[in-house]
């Protein structure tokens, strides 16, 4: 009864969030899961992109200070759309630059190595631009890499174990960057206990949201967490190359940004043009050049949605599809040799399932064939994501009925086992 398409159905017609589907443009015939790689188009985003068009159109320059959504202050109105899914107060958190360039900012104001203190925490699981980003903050504050960036290292090739990073939190290590979520297995780390880790031991941390903002609830503030960066391309659907988001706790606003730019300034002084940097009271003084007003302003019409559909709510529906989507793996595609790889915990599981196979870049390619869009993580490890607002049940049962038969029919073997340029 559970792996029929009417019982998919019958959870549509119980989902309370059933009717936000119809907020995004979704392709007919296309089982959209990838929305933790790039979201889908909203009407709402498209409308406010329009928006930021026409006042570009009609009022030039005044377009700074005029228009539906005055271009000086939408990083700041963002920043206090964002707040909330951050868990945060919005004067705490801004849109700005992009997950890297934030992830430079950010490390170059916390990371303040002292004599014996001068490591940084991070995971052998990490995105490879982390990485990239604190090898070269340590080789620019003069610390070999190799000796100072510590990655803790998986048991089981998917997850990382709290233990072990607390365990790794000695009296050398003076910042620890981890992700809220992984990006391969969707494991989510208990940020709370690692944030309460690290302060009992002199440590700062930051958590790179890339893979939970939109996916999960944050309690940034409550828990005390130094900072956060994020993107908002993937599950909160901003677009491609949308301005990315960034976090800070207040009891830092008295900080000195590690790189500054005249948008961070204070706003009433910022077009004084002095040489004297006047940095704005909150995190959007962690701003550096002029805005990407473009890119920024899907935002306010995706995230609109979120205020609408309340994150809690979101996440409710996420567990459920995910659950779904467990659940259908176990009783429809044992036979076929994948491996589960995300955390089968309800509070250790993020918004995505991770599917392990040898033949995992072939079978994506299938899956692409058969109208359902995945994501392949090389080497092995097919992504599927059902985003909470616009993937129904009856998605999650095509896509595992698409995988079924793909398996069956061995459909996969027209395909070289490789992976795309983009993948
Ligand atoms: C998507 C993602 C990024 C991407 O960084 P960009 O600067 O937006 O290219 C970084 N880190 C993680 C964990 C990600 O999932």
């Known amino acids: 009864m559970q792996t029929t398409k009417e ?16 907020e995004f443009y979704i392709q007919p015939g296309v089982v959209y ?67 890297t360039v934030n992830l430079h900012q950010l490390a170059a104001t916390f990371y ?3 004599e014996t203190r001068t490591k940084i925490l991070a995971s052998s699981l990490d995105f490879p631009t982390d990485i990239y980003a604190l090898q070269s903050q340590l080789r620019l504050k003069g610390y070999n890499p190799d000796e100072h960036l510590l990655l803790i290292e998986s048991r089981d090739g998917r997850t990382i174990w709290e233990e072990d ?28 206990r690692l944030t309460a880790a690290a302060h009992e031991r002199g440590i700062l941390i930051g958590f790179d949201a890339c893979h939970s903002i939109g996916a999960i609830p944050h309690r940034f ?3 005390g967490t130094d900072f956060a960066f994020w993107c908002n391309y993937k599950y909160i659907n901003g677009g491609p190359g949308s301005t990315a988001g960034l976090y800070v706790n207040r009891r830092h606003f008295g900080r000195l940004p590690g790189l500054t730019g005249w948008f961070g300034s204070d706003k009433e002084k910022q077009f004084n043009m002095e040489h004297t940097f006047s940095k704005a009271e909150g995190a959007g003084a962690y701003q550096l050049g002029t805005p990407h007003i473009l890119s920024s302003a899907p935002l306010l019409g995706s995230l609109e949605l979120f205020r609408e559909a309340g994150m809690d709510r979101v996440r409710q529906k996420s567990l459920l599809l995910t659950s779904y989507m467990l659940q259908l793996i176990r009783s429809e595609l044992h036979s076929y040799g994948f491996t589960v790889g995300t955390p089968e915990e309800e509070e250790r599981r993020g918004g995505h399932v991770a599917l392990e196979h040898p033949e995992a870049a072939r079978i994506c390619k299938a899956l692409k064939q058969a109208g359902v869009v995945p994501d392949y993580r090389a080497p092995d490890i097919i992504r599927l994501a059902p985003a909470a607002l616009y993937t129904s049940f009856a998605d999650v049962w095509a896509a595992v009925a698409a995988l079924k038969e793909i398996m069956e029919k061995k459909q996969y073997e027209a395909f070289p086992n490789e992976r795309n340029v983009v993948a």
């Not at 159905?9 to 009717?19: V, W």
């Not at 290590?173 to 208990?190: E, M, T």
């Open 7 to 22: 019982y998919a159905q019958l959870l549509d017609s119980q989902d309370p969030l059933a009717s936000f589907r119809q």
């Open 33 to 99: 899961m990838d929305g933790n790689s790039l979201g889908l188009l909203s009407k709402r985003a498209e409308q406010a992109l329009l928006d930021m068009l026409e006042s570009w159109k009609q009022l030039g320059i005044d377009g700074w200070l005029d228009g539906k959504h005055p271009w000086f202050y939408v990083s700041e109105q963002i920043g206090a759309l964002l707040a909330p899914l951050a868990g945060a107060a919005p004067e705490e958190v801004i849109a700005a630059g992009s997950t």
């Open 112 to 114: 303040e190595p002292q």
């Open 165 to 192: 990073i607390i365990a790794a939190m000695n009296e050398e290590v003076a910042l620890a960057i981890l992700p809220c979520i992984l990006y391969r297995s969707g494991q989510v780390l208990d940020m709370q």
């Open 221 to 223: 503030s409550e828990w």
